[in-house]
């Protein structure tokens, strides 16, 4: 629920920035015309400082929308295009399933039948793993030097989770990546963590005590990871 709030409350202050930054933009695009009309060699100083402030603003819109696409090559000097303005959007439409192929060689195209198909395989395919786990004698394997925790060791990391135990396990987290579907990254966990960690920490210790996860943790996303040369079918 914290994490809903801070989402709508981001998405609210996101939306009003953008909307001063396009206004802006517009009020230095008109400026720029204006001066144009008088500076026919566009070289005043008025000319060049306003060209540099619009640079400056359309680097920033272009910033944001490379790190949301996730392009790692953001320093290789690509240029303003409109394929970097599309490529979320073309990101997404890759990853879509619009259709799938079954063993028996038939094409289904409806939503529910795609969704239906996916969970009987990935049902199959952790099932085929389980089975194969539950054939290993682990007591069998481990032999009498294998190192064991002590009893005093064993007790030390059962329980509830401690605020240096979670810090430690965050700050070893690799950033750029997002631990979960609502979105939230590594950093953002990192530079808030002084904020939410008692929220976090105590939901966490919730779970343990209740013995259940909520259901954002207990759902898995499927994205399509396409090959090339092979059919995304």
């Known amino acids: 629920m ?22 802006k933009i517009e009020e230095l695009e008109n400026e720029l015309k204006r001066i ?6 566009q070289t005043s100083e008025l000319f060049l400082e306003k060209r540099e402030e619009l640079e400056q603003m359309r680097a920033k819109v272009l910033e944001g929308v490379l790190i949301r696409a996730k392009a790692r090559w953001i320093g ?3 240029k303003t295009t409109r394929y970097f303005c599309n490529l979320e959007n073309r990101h997404f439409a ?12 038939v094409e289904i195209e409806d939503n529910e039948e795609i969704t239906k198909e996916v969970k009987n395989f ?6 085929s793993r389980q089975e194969i786990t539950e054939e290993v004698n682990l007591e069998h394997r481990l032999k009498d030097e294998t190192p064991r925790l002590s009893n005093e060791e064993a007790s030390a990391i059962e329980g509830p989770i401690t605020y240096r135990e979670a810090t430690n396990v965050l700050k070893k987290m690799r950033n750029n990546k997002s631990p979960g579907s ?6 953002f966990f990192k530079f808030f963590w002084k904020d939410i960690n008692p929220f976090f920490i105590n939901s966490i210790n ?10 954002s943790l207990r ?3 499927i994205t399509c990871i396409p090959k090339p040369g092979k059919s995304k079918k």
């Open 76 to 78: 290789q000097g690509e």
């Open 36 to 41: 144009t009309k008088t500076d026919k060699e």
């Open 94 to 105: 890759s990853k879509r399933m619009t259709s799938l192929i079954k063993d028996n060689g």
């Open 206 to 215: 919730y779970s343990f005590q209740t013995g259940t996860l909520p259901i």
């Open 2 to 23: 914290l994490l809903l709030e801070i989402r709508g409350k981001s998405i609210h202050r996101a939306s009003f920035l953008k909307k001063e930054k396009n206004r």
């Open 219 to 221: 759902e898995g996303l």
């Open 122 to 127: 990935y049902e199959h395919l952790y099932k």
């Open 182 to 187: 609502s979105g939230f990254t590594v950093e």
